[in-house]
């Protein structure tokens, strides 16, 4: 018999696609359920039906047809009978940007990211973490990254980027332990060789402040990245400078991309009173040995 006042989690119920469970009494499932099905849309979606949500998020046709009938009802999303579909309405496109409203750092930035841009024709972009991927929130783009086809809301994975490679050499060491453990349960058989990439950047932050993945992620994109820290609480934050791998070759992408990107974040940094002083372009060539404490971060999640 239950005891008055006390939930049991059910199958249904037990672990949401954020991570919390149904024992976390503070945690509200139906509310992390309703914001998974409008994370579901991604850019140019254009129209989702009920069986594609429940597809993106794991949860069962019936609980997904619910959960739309009431988004629908509180106007965050448009159902088009026609097609038996839904699309994000106004008052959820407000959320967003009332969002990238309020995050200074994508309007300083943009001045820095479009000079670093007609500089060295690369696509330039910021972003933060959603879940297991990098989401961007602000982003310059010229004629010549054609092949970078890339927007703000677009999401990359953390795992093989240089955007996200930065962003989880920035984290505190718990939560890069968490998110260690994430990628492992969620990549698994392929995870071995993403564990390797991502020692191969750490080692290449404490030498040179920055990350790069040359074809890791997409074979014919090339890009090198840098977190931003900040001391007001929010973040980290990353920056990528990307183009097609044939105009950024790995030597460019080493010794020009990856010391220009480093001294715009670090001007950023200083601009918004951030964690480092303003950088000069000059490289950091601070050694490390093999083996040492990045080798031993990852190796805990073998």
């Known amino acids: 018999m239950k005891r008055p006042g006390r939930t049991t989690p059910n199958k249904e119920s037990g672990k949401t696609e954020s991570g919390k469970t149904a024992t976390d009494r503070s945690f509200v499932v139906a509310l992390a359920r309703g914001l998974d099905v409008l994370r579901a849309f991604h850019p140019n979606d254009g129209l989702l039906g009920n069986q594609e949500i429940a597809a993106r998020t794991k949860l069962p046709k019936p609980t997904i047809s619910r959960l739309t009938y009431t988004l629908t009802k509180l106007g965050y999303l448009t159902q088009v009978p026609r097609f038996e579909k839904y699309q994000l309405a106004p008052a959820a496109m407000a959320l967003g940007y009332a969002a990238l409203a309020n995050l200074g750092v994508r309007h300083l930035s943009e001045t820095f990211r479009d000079d670093l841009m007609r500089q060295t024709g690369g696509a330039v972009a910021v972003g933060a973490r959603d879940r297991l991927s990098m989401i961007y929130f602000g982003q310059s783009r010229s004629s010549l990254t054609v092949g970078v086809q890339l927007d703000v809301g677009s999401r990359i994975p953390i795992a093989t980027t240089a955007m996200g490679r930065a962003y989880f050499w920035a984290l505190p060491a718990e939560e890069r332990a968490q998110l260690l453990r994430d990628f492992r349960e969620h990549y698994g058989s392929r995870w071995a060789k993403m564990r390797d990439g991502l020692e191969r950047s750490g080692e290449m932050v404490e030498r040179h402040g920055f990350v790069i993945s040359a074809g890791e992620w997409q074979d014919d994109v090339h890009a090198v990245g840098v977190a931003l820290k900040l001391n007001d ?22 010794t020009d991309i990856g010391p220009r990107l480093l001294a715009m974040v670090r001007n950023i940094e200083a601009a918004l009173g951030g964690t480092a002083a303003p950088h000069s372009k000059k490289l950091d060539n601070k050694k ?15």
């Open 233 to 254: 609480g929010t973040g980290p934050y990353a920056f990528n400078c990307g183009a097609p791998a044939f105009r950024f070759t790995e030597e460019r992408l080493r």
């Open 288 to 302: 490390i040995k093999t083996g040492g404490k990045v080798a031993r971060v990852v190796e805990g999640i073998r």
